[in-house]
């Protein structure tokens, strides 16, 4: 690897950001982290990370979704990969999950909260895996 993998967190809530950054900064990821949808297009301009974790419910009820399809727009960011971690689906009782496509909700992964911390790492590796074309994190 020719630098540390570099994730972004956009999440509204200070608890979580502080705990997942933690657990990844443990894991040797170089971090960066907002608190709203436009910070995070922002903060991803500046910071170009390979991953960024991603919250669906901050100022409104959809603005990880349409900060997800923002910045899908932005050429710079194309080789970055989404990770929406979110408890959308339990709060607004959904009877389905959310599934990634092309448009409405363009990200590689769709994880609930609470999320196991082992299973957040497994899952941001196999999304830098797969934009680095094959090649381990």
Known sequence: MDHP???LI???DPAFVE????LLEAFGYE???AY???EGVARAREFRPDVMILDVMMRTETEGFETARAVREIPELQGMGVVLVTGVTATLKLPQGLTPDDTWLPVDRVLEKP???DRLIKEIERVVIKKRGGRAV
């Open 31 to 33: 971090v960066a982290t």
């Open 19 to 22: 705990s997942i950054r933690d």
């Open 5 to 7: 993998c570099k994730v």
């Open 10 to 12: 956009v999440d509204d």
């Open 36 to 38: 709203g949808g436009a």
């Open 115 to 117: 999320i196991d911390p």
